[in-house]
């Protein structure tokens, strides 16, 4: 589905699609990917859990979401992130919020924004440090590799799974090809090269709330992301008081790929945390 978006400069036409019915979850993905990342960490989740309406959308320059003329920063994609949420959600209606790795970024820039709105936020793998050069990434080490995986691979396709997946099997690189490559493919390369070459990183520190947010939360990173890392993950835990932080061993940046079972249990825990949160008033 289509809905089209008005901010201060430009109009979008959004791609958006809904999973089941009830209290809304909006979800943001990473950079160059699209909301096929998203659906396909969370969907497995929410099949056990009722009363949720997930909401994946493909930001602007992404996946099926065209970015207009001169569109080219990060300022610029929240307030079109915002808009979104705006138009889809009415009235102030309030929201489960998730976000990976730049979408993490993303969506602790608007628990910075709409506090009140947000009822939860999980982060997965987050962009903490906008600049690369300021992030304490780990060490990438292979765990895991099936024999003669990568033999038949496109180069372009064996190289990203090669420096971002450190459990290298084919039930991995099955999802990593449908949910990371193939959006990769449908990016708008020179609109996000201009965002990240030069208005990547907000123009305001995403970090500095002005209370902590209070409500059921969870990070989690994995011990051997070579992206974002996981240490810097751990200083903004000062701005989530109800949050659980989780580093896992023998996973990169796109754990939910390579650990989906423990992901699951990690998800489904902060669900459980927030009907309980839930029910008792709040």
């Given at each position: 589905m289509y809905i089209e978006i008005k901010t201060s400069a430009r109009d979008f036409q959004f791609f958006y699609d809904i999973a089941g019915e009830g209290l809304p979850v909006v979800n943001i993905h990473g950079f160059r990917l699209d909301h096929r990342v998203m659906k396909g960490c969370f969907e497995p989740v929410f099949n056990g859990f009722a009363g949720y309406k997930r909401i994946y959308f493909d930001l602007p320059g992404m996946g099926r979401t065209a970015a207009p003329s001169g569109f080219c920063s990060s300022d610029e994609m929240l307030e079109a992130v915002t808009a979104f949420i705006d138009k889809t959600l009415p009235g102030g209606e309030k929201f489960l919020l998730t976000g990976e790795s730049y979408g993490g970024y993303m969506a602790r820039a608007l628990v910075n924004k709409m506090p009140r709105r947000i009822l939860g936020v999980c982060l997965i793998c987050p962009v903490i440090f906008a600049d690369p050069r300021k992030r304490k990434t780990a060490e990438h080490k292979v765990f895991e590799c099936d024999a003669g995986l990568m033999d038949?691979?496109?180069?372009?396709?064996?190289?990203?799974?090669?420096s971002d997946i450190v459990v290298q099997t084919c039930s991995v690189w099955r999802r990593?090809?449908?949910?990371?490559?193939?959006?990769?493919?449908?990016?708008?390369?020179?609109v996000l090269d201009k965002v990240w070459e030069s208005s990547y990183g907000l123009s305001f520190d995403a970090d500095a709330f002005a209370e902590p947010f209070d409500k059921p939360s969870m990070i989690v990173c994995g011990a051997n992301d070579s992206v974002t890392g996981y240490e810097d993950a751990f200083g903004v835990l000062?701005?989530?008081?109800?949050?659980?932080?989780?580093?896992?061993?023998?996973?990169?940046?796109?754990?939910?790929?390579?650990?989906?079972?423990?992901?699951?249990?990690?998800?489904?825990?902060w669900l459980e945390r927030?009907?309980?949160?839930?029910?008792?008033?709040?």
């Open positions: 038949k691979m496109e180069f372009f396709d064996k190289n990203q799974f090669a990593f090809k449908s949910e990371v490559i193939d959006a990769m493919n449908c990016s708008d390369i020179a000062k701005n989530f008081t109800r949050a659980s932080y989780s580093v896992i061993e023998r996973a990169g940046h796109y754990l939910q790929i390579e650990r989906p079972a423990l992901f699951g249990s990690l998800v489904s825990d927030f009907e309980i949160y839930r029910n008792s008033g709040h």
